[in-house]
């Protein structure tokens, strides 16, 4: 952080870390009164966190010619810049609570000591060349937040690990990217791995032993053994368990199509796999196999059967295949078709498996929501021909300063024209509830790239701790690049590509057309875009094709493809939009995530889908949504642990194909909507629950319902299939749903 006086306009003012109490979350990227500490005093850094406790790091290298590890103990909160900060090895202490690592590029691995000393309820986030190392160590409750490195846990001889979350975390050409190792007793239990990226790991990917159980939610995997040669010795499965409890993974995608040895997806020796929405490519023979100690599994809705190898005797499987594959034999027990209920001896093993299976731990808390920023109030746009116009000053900052960051204090800053960011450039305030750009004309883009037409794939912008008001576009991603007054490139438009941004803190407000506009150009790829807020503005997130593609827009390489691929949107808010999400592709978006996101009060609707492809909302909150529908997609759509709120504006709540899992549903004042909106012809419910929302026009949808409690009682069983409309109970009685995949315990942090 720059902490000379910095000039706007006629008012001196410092730059300040001051944030209004945090209200339930975060509400900016460093807390208040953090200590800072100069790249020139590294040698002071344990020193300072210490005495501090509470500190922040400027943009440098603290690691070269620097401290060789630093320890981190309870209640210490080490903070990194925007620009980026290095740090060298980090040993958590052991029985370590309430400490936080945040925005590193780290330089050693995170080591947790053995110790039967719980470490519990920390929060490791946005750390780059993360490797977790964890021998012996006990921990529990912690959560892992958009982590990208490897992670290597052996307690077999000592220490557990319970109840971890592992959010938007992911690794690219490492092996292994995660091993988990257990003892005998299985004494870890409940970790959850929430959207995870395996991105060409050069061998194997993973391995799992002697966990009582672990689940997957939303995973994208790309080349498994992507340097070994076909005749290497011990290639595995993407997937690969050794003995364990239960393994759930729910929509996992990718392929293994250019992989040096081509293995197969999974390999399983746990008691129990269950495996739901496979979308993950044809891969190399045999996709699946089920070893001698794999008694029990399950796959439900893959979309396609997969050769499979089962070298156990006496098992229990059951295949439920996809409603929309054509395919008659519905639903399999052991090869055997049934459209019946099933003799009394397999529904007993079914329910052990389904309803209520006992395991230790809760269901994830829902989030909390803080009030969205409004540092320039009701009257933002009043008088606006008075106010000082800091354009100029504002973009001599991003183009002059050393790290080409703005580095705005508190304070109201009016600008008549687009800034301009080109890579690793960014401005960043106080807080977003402290530090507003507001539009002198509401015409004008508030921040547009200004990267060359023909720029190289994997560019970025750094924005922070601001709020955007009051322009046609908050950040305005544009084909022809006003920004720099250049035209098109001459192959048709401007390749720009941004991957791995910094946006955290910001909130987009009364944005005319989209809050983020992504206008024609080559797409955005692996972001986290964290703590949110779009605030009544036309579209929240817009995506623009051309309207007149090229062939090889809908699946080859063009500047204008205009895809968004692997990225993440966190505790993020949208609130009082036309819509909130208008995505509608040509070459497919894949594996884009909402975690644990409120969207509210959005007239035309929350979400709009086209050729979106293993989308995922998890732990979201979907309140009085307009529109036909709140979501609307032409592809399967996974929804985990989400709560739908109809409300006066609902109609129906889901239109398209719909995967949900431990969700729920309720009129919440409205008398007239649904579930479904009548366009739904695959579906699958597993442990959800509506009192008052009936599903709704059911005519030509086909599917299954698992352990769901619904207004419906011929659905409102344990297992039901749907063909055609037509429901067919496989296993009566009453259901009692309880999330599965979203489960261990409560976090504190």
């Not at 103990?73 to 202490?93: C, E, K, T």
């Not at 005797?313 to 295949?319: E, G, H, N, P, Q």
Request: hydrophobic share 35%; with cysteine.
């Amino acid at each position: 952080m720059i902490c000379a006086t910095v000039w706007l306009g006629a008012v001196a003012t410092s730059p300040a870390y001051a944030t209004p109490a945090a209200m339930g979350e975060p509400r900016s990227t460093v807390p208040a009164g953090a200590f800072v500490l100069p790249p020139d005093r590294k040698s002071e850094l344990q020193s300072a966190i210490d005495a501090h406790h509470i500190v922040v790091l400027q943009a440098g290298d603290y690691a070269k010619n620097g401290p060789a590890s630093i320890t981190l103990h309870s209640d210490d909160q080490l903070y990194g810049d925007a620009a980026g900060s290095i740090i060298p090895a980090v040993i958590v202490a052991p029985g370590t609570k309430g400490a936080v690592l945040d925005h590193f590029r780290m330089q050693g691995p995170v080591t947790f000591p053995a110790s039967p000393e719980v470490t519990r309820n920390n929060r490791f986030q946005n750390l780059i060349g993360f490797h977790m190392v964890a021998i012996g160590a006990t921990l529990e409750d912690n959560l892992f937040l958009d982590d990208n490195g490897s992670i290597m846990a052996d307690t077999g001889a000592g220490g557990y690990l319970r109840n971890n979350r592992f959010i938007r975390c992911r690794a690219q050409s490492v092996s292994p990217m995660i091993t988990l190792l257990g003892d005998a007793g299985r004494s870890s239990y409940g970790n959850v791995f929430l959207w995870y990226n395996f991105l060409t790991p050069h061998h194997n990917a993973s391995l799992f032993t002697n966990q009582g159980d672990l689940s997957f939610v939303g995973s994208d995997s790309e080349g498994w053994n992507l340097r070994d040669k076909p005749d290497t010795a011990n290639a595995t499965a993407l997937f690969k368990t050794g003995p364990m409890g239960t393994l759930r993974i729910f929509s996992p995608n990718g392929g293994n199509h250019y992989s040096g040895k081509r293995t197969g997806d999974f390999d399983m020796a746990a008691d129990e796999f269950q495996l739901y929405n496979d979308l993950i490519g044809p891969d190399q023979p045999p996709n699946v196999v089920l070893e001698p100690t794999c008694v029990r599994s399950l796959n439900f809705c893959p979309r396609s059967p997969k050769d499979v190898t089962d070298l156990a005797t006496d098992a229990f499987r059951i295949v439920a295949l996809d409603p929309g594959s054509g395919d008659p034999r519905g639903f399999l027990v052991n090869g055997t078709s049934y459209s019946n209920p099933l003799p009394a001896g397999l529904q007993a093993k079914l329910r052990a498996m389904l309803v209520n299976p006992k395991r230790n731990g809760e269901p994830w808390e829902a989030p909390t929501y803080g009030k969205a920023p409004d540092p320039a109030g009701t009257n933002w746009n009043k008088n606006l021909s008075g106010k000082t116009d800091s354009t100029v000053i504002i973009q001599g900052m991003i183009d002059n300063n050393p790290d080409h960051i703005a580095r705005l204090p508190a304070g109201i800053y009016y600008i008549s024209s687009s800034l301009k960011l080109g890579r690793n450039q960014g401005i960043v305030g106080a807080s977003a509830d402290t530090t507003a750009l507001v539009a002198l004309n509401p015409a004008i883009d508030l921040i547009v790239g200004s990267d060359p037409p023909t720029q190289a794939t994997g560019t970025n912008i750094i924005l922070a701790d601001l709020t955007l008001q009051g322009g046609a576009n908050g950040i305005h991603f544009d084909k022809i690049n006003t920004s720099t007054g250049q035209g098109a490139a001459p192959n048709g438009g401007r390749r720009a590509q941004y991957t791995n941004m910094y946006v955290s803190h910001v909130a987009f407000r009364n944005m005319t057309n989209a809050g983020i506009c992504m206008d024609q150009i080559y797409g955005l790829d692996n972001n986290f875009l964290g703590y949110l807020y779009f605030i009544n503005c036309g579209t929240a997130l817009l995506q623009i094709t051309d309207p007149t593609p090229h062939p090889e827009a809908f699946h080859g390489d063009f500047p204008t493809l205009m895809y968004m691929d692997k990225t993440v949107f966190y505790r993020s808010q949208f609130i009082g939009n036309r819509v909130a999400l208008s995505l509608k592709a040509n070459r497919a978006n894949n594996l884009n995530a909402w975690i644990e996101c409120l969207f509210q009060d959005n007239s035309d609707g929350a979400v709009v889908l086209k050729n979106n492809s293993s989308d995922l909302f998890a732990n979201c909150d979907f309140i009085n949504n307009g529109g036909h529908a709140a979501v609307t997609s032409n592809d399967n759509v996974s929804f985990v642990s989400c709560r739908f709120q109809s409300g006066a504006n609902g109609v129906a709540l889901l239109e398209g194909p719909v995967s949900a899992e431990g969700c729920q549903f309720a009129q919440n004042g409205s008398t007239k909507a649904t579930i479904l909106a009548g366009k739904n012809r695959r579906i699958s419910f597993y442990d959800c629950k509506s009192t008052d929302v009936p599903l709704g026009p059911l005519a030509g949808t086909s599917g299954i319902f698992v352990n769901s409690a619904l207004p419906d009682t011929s659905l409102s069983q344990q297992v039901v299939l749907l063909k055609d409309g037509s429901a067919r109970t496989l296993v009566p009685g009453k259901p009692d749903p309880r999330p599965q995949l979203l489960f261990g315990s409560r976090l504190q942090n």
